[in-house]
């Protein structure tokens, strides 16, 4: 049985609704939140508790029928009822709508509804009414059986398979074939063993040359005084070797605001490309129309063909938008987007503009990216706060430090772009403490002691700590005394590195699971290149659904914002960064453009907008 029945504009203000029960929770808000917003309306159906949700769109009108049923019915017929309810709803008050520009008093709309809700569930049922099955009389096989037992018998012929090979040759050729494939030790005759060919060595002769083994330096028993020196860092605590120079990129350094915070710097745009939010439209750089426009068939003439790329169609429709859909599917994914996610987010553009109709020298392929662009800022724009400095702030009012975990896949610089952070927090005037909690990679914990000791030579006064307890350890209850020793020092926050691993292994991601709920920390930050296409939302699933799932807790954590690294490496395919906000509905914080800690910069979102759309 049907809940509640809604119809809405786009924008979320509900014009008419029916309810048929009581309600837990407010499914059409979730529905527009997380589907209609984000550009997910491709999807047939929408789960949120125990309910099933179901919506069709009236472009012209700019309204949406939303139904929504129990999810453990299924009921058939809600597509039928929310394609009459829109095309009657069309009828009764589709003019006047267009034609005064506002909605139209509903008072007689509920008994219209009634009825034909009515009418539906009846097809319904009478379509699933149990049929009596047929008796044996009636069916083919009896009609079959009946005329083969009345035929007769010189009717029924045997069928001969005509031979062609002849038989005596067909001996012979099995006795050929017994002989060739019989065995030494059933009386077949032995193969003779293969010579070598001349001059081509022989494995384990003694023409073959013999295996050198590797060998080691040779110091001849002495070495000079300045080289053991050199070798020496157990009792050095590097500082003399730190030259502060090419640590930082001046010109790569943020600014000062006027209450004194540090800002990182904006990504800057390259040399033939223009990034300023005061652009206009017109020298946004635009998909050519090469790439946009549909293989027209040969029966248009030049003209007629000219005509109708400069005005459009009167009214877009599935069939006109299916071939420039499909180029801008193509087209997102050369720019590294994930091909899934291209799919959807063309099919809930197209979805959006079929029945919209087109103004006077209005062509299909603009209005096509101007939908596009708009669902790309709407996705990428952020849905939460990504102001941490007040978020700090907030925690030291409670006099807690804040933390903040960093988990991600081997190699994608997660280490690397802590420090960078905690050299933006440092700028900041805050104490950071970074706790070492990939106790499995060789080398992690000298390569964070290194960074600290860096950032201490940068800044005279700077307050940085790291917290380790070497390896083979439990990473949860390394960052669980890191956490409490900060309490006690005094730090602000604490910077919490873990073991990359991939998303596949099962023990790693149970232990990152284990420390987050243990820790239960500020932000849980996921690290991810910038190179990745589907891979991204394999990594991003995968590490969320650990968390859920392994967490034991009834309200599980799930990645809060991402730092996208190697993001000079790229070029203009930044698919990447609209793949894992499409997935995991979370900001992008920070991206990584190089090695030296000022190398963190902020991504704007018109900046990714203009790239995508970028031919």
């Not at 029916?18 to 529905?31: C, D, R, T, V």
């Not at 080398?443 to 290194?450: I, K, M, P, S, Y």
């Not at 990594?539 to 309200?555: E, H, I, M, P």
């Amino acid at each position: 049985m049907l809940d509640f029945f809604f119809i809405a504009t786009k924008g979320g203000l509900v014009l008419w609704s029916k309810a048929y029960g009581p309600s837990q929770s407010s499914p059409i808000n979730s529905l527009i939140h997380d589907v209609l917003i984000e550009e997910r309306s491709s999807t047939q159906v929408y789960y949120k508790d125990n309910y099933a949700i179901k919506w069709t769109f009236v472009n012209d009108l700019d309204l949406v029928f939303i139904a929504v049923y129990p999810k453990s019915l299924g009921l058939s017929y809600v597509d039928s009822l929310l394609q009459a309810t829109s095309s009657q709803f069309n009828e009764l008050y589709g003019s006047r709508i267009l034609r005064k520009n506002q909605i139209p008093q509903l008072k007689g709309w509920g008994i219209h509804f009634e009825a034909l809700l009515q009418t539906i569930e009846d097809q319904d049922a009478l379509s699933k009414k149990v049929k009596q099955p047929r008796k044996f009389e009636q069916t083919t096989g009896y009609a079959n059986t009946l005329a083969y037992a009345r035929a007769k018998p010189e009717d029924v012929r045997e069928s001969h398979i005509p031979s062609f090979v002849d038989e005596e040759e067909f001996r012979r050729n099995v006795e050929l074939l017994k002989k060739k494939t019989a065995s030494p030790r059933m009386g077949g005759r032995k193969a003779s063993k293969a010579k070598s060919p001349i001059g081509s060595p022989v494995i384990g002769s003694e023409a073959s040359s013999p295996k050198r083994n590797k060998e080691g330096r040779k110091w001849d028993g002495k070495i000079s005084v300045k080289d053991a020196k050199s070798l020496d860092y157990s009792n050095s605590d590097g500082n003399e070797f730190v030259k502060p120079d090419h640590l930082v990129d001046q010109g790569g350094m943020g600014q000062h605001s006027k209450d004194g915070t540090y800002n990182v710097a904006d990504l800057e745009a390259s040399d033939d490309e223009s990034y300023s939010d005061d652009e206009s439209e017109e020298e946004y750089t635009k998909i050519s129309a090469r790439s946009l426009l549909a293989k027209k068939s040969s029966a248009e003439s030049g003209l007629m063909s000219f005509f109708k790329n400069m005005t459009g169609q009167k009214e877009m429709s599935t069939e006109s938008l299916e071939p420039i859909m499909s180029k801008m599917k193509e087209h997102l994914i050369n720019k590294n987007v994930a091909a899934d996610i291209a799919q959807h987010l063309c099919d809930s553009v197209a979805k959006g503009l079929v029945g919209q109709t087109l103004g006077n020298f209005k062509s299909v392929q603009s209005h096509v990216k101007q939908s596009m662009e708009t669902s790309l800022k709407r996705i990428l724009t952020p849905k939460t706060s990504v102001d941490l400095l007040r978020d700090i702030a907030q925690a030291q009012a409670e006099k807690r430090p804040y933390t903040i975990v960093f988990i991600g896949v081997n190699g994608v610089g997660k280490s690397t772009n802590l420090s960078k952070t905690a050299f933006w927090l440092l700028q900041n005037n805050l104490k950071v403490l970074i706790a070492a909690c990939d106790t499995f990679r060789s080398g992690a914990v000298e390569q964070l002691r290194v960074h600290v000791r860096n950032l201490k030579a940068l800044e005279a006064n700077a307050i940085v700590d790291l917290y380790e307890k070497g390896y083979g350890k439990d990473s949860a209850a390394i960052a669980k005394e890191a956490i409490s020793s900060a309490k006690l020092t005094g730090h602000d926050v604490v910077l919490i590195d873990t073991a990359g691993r991939m998303q596949d292994n099962d023990p790693l991601m149970r232990a990152l699971a284990k420390l987050v709920t243990v820790n239960n920390p500020d932000k849980i930050i996921f690290v991810g290149e910038a190179l990745v296409g589907n891979e991204a939302v394999d990594q991003l699933t995968k590490f969320n659904a650990a968390l859920k799932d392994f967490s034991g807790r009834a309200n599980p954590r799930h990645i809060d914002g991402m730092i996208l690294t190697k993001f000079d490496t790229i070029d203009d395919k930044v698919g990447a960064a609209l793949s894992m906000t499409y997935t995991t509905g979370q900001p992008i914080l920070f991206v990584g453009t190089g090695q030296t800690y000022t190398d963190l910069k902020n991504m704007k979102v018109s900046h990714v907008v203009q790239s995508l759309l970028r031919e």
